[in-house]
């Protein structure tokens, strides 16, 4: 037995393959800087949060659990969550266009979205 | 399978789905050291390694679904084993092809069934949250094969010394 074989080597390529692949799915979530924190649960959403003020939000999401997203400078940060892991609360702050904090257990996602105005209001679906 | 071949079998698979049960509980218990959801070290997959090494593909699925359905129920939590669950259909679907081709190391095979356990999970978890969620892609894809190398280089290793007590398939 062994742990390295001539042959792996086609293996190892072809995760590099995946990993520049994923680059492009990386460039393209990710684009400039933002403006809205866009908060969905569960998938939809729920409010669009301008990141041009600063503010402090309170969402319950699954289970009713719950994050806080702190809006300051430009850039969203989760603050307090009272999910088992605070994942989201560990997250540095977010400001360009296509980032994400998601909060599993919550269910709960917060991404930044660019100037583009959104086809609904935030309240109407 | 002959039926005095069972027992030995059934003895192995018992003590591979505890093992891994265990590690997996090890392995909630450590800090993430990254931040990001599904980034860990994948210990729990030595079990399911060693036995897709040794019993074959339907006891490695065995004791991979069994150790994530306990894990879930009894401290992942649902969300997490469900999203575990697609990963682990998916790597060892992979893992299976690999190993059949039969060229490669145990260390290759499980970087790559490590990758695709994380592309699973992202994908299960892309249906749920939503696309934005894709962003942690290439981080996955790395962490999924450096620590899918780790488990199999332990797994080669556990199988070593194991020789003499479980048989090669």
Redesign the interface.
């Known amino acids: ?5 001539k ?2 080597l ?3 390529v ?2 590099l393959v ?2 520049v692949f ?2 492009f ?2 460039n393209r ?2 684009g400039d800087t933002g403006d809205y924190a866009v908060i ?1 649960i ?2 939809h959403e729920e409010m669009r949060l301008p990141l041009s003020t600063d503010g402090e939000k309170t969402i319950e999401g ?1 289970a009713g659990l719950t994050c806080t997203v702190l809006i300051k400078d430009g850039a969203a940060t989760v603050t307090e969550a009272d999910c ?2 605070k ?1 989201c609360v ?3 702050p977010i400001s360009r266009s ?3 904090i ?1 909060c ?2 919550a ?1 709960i ?1 917060v ?1 930044v979205s660019g100037s583009e105005e959104p086809v609904t209001d935030g309240v109407s679906r | 399978m002959k039926l005095k071949d069972k027992t030995p079998t059934l003895a192995l698979l018992g003590i591979m789905v505890a093992a891994a049960f265990i590690l997996s509980y090890l392995e909630s218990l450590l800090p ?1 050291v990254s ?3 599904g980034v860990k070290a994948g210990l729990a997959n030595i079990p399911t390694l060693l036995v897709l090494y040794t019993q074959g593909p339907a006891g490695a699925a065995l004791v991979s679904i069994a150790r994530i359905i306990l894990a879930g129920l009894t401290f992942n ?1 649902l ?2 084993m469900l ?1 575990s669950l697609a990963g682990a259909v998916v790597s060892l679907i992979f893992m299976t092809a ?1 190993k059949k081709i039969g ?7 499980s ?2 069934g490590g ?1 695709c356990h994380n ?1 699973g999970q992202l994908a299960a ?1 892309c249906l ?8 942690y ?2 981080v996955l ?2 962490s999924g ?1 450096v620590a899918g190398a780790l488990v ?2 332990i797994t ?1 290793l556990t ?2 010394h194991l020789r003499s007590s479980v048989k090669e398939g």
């Open positions: 037995m062994v742990y390295f074989k042959q792996d086609i293996v190892y072809l995760m995946l990993l994923s680059f799915v990386w979530a990710l969905s569960n998938g699954f088992p892991d994942l560990d997250h540095s296509g980032e994400s998601v599993l257990p269910r996602t991404t | 993430s931040g990001i959801p939590g969300s997490a999203f690999l060229v490669f190391s145990i260390t290759a095979v970087a790559f990758v592309i978890s749920v949250i939503g696309m934005p969620i894709l962003y892609l290439p894809i790395i094969a199999g280089v080669t199988i070593k």
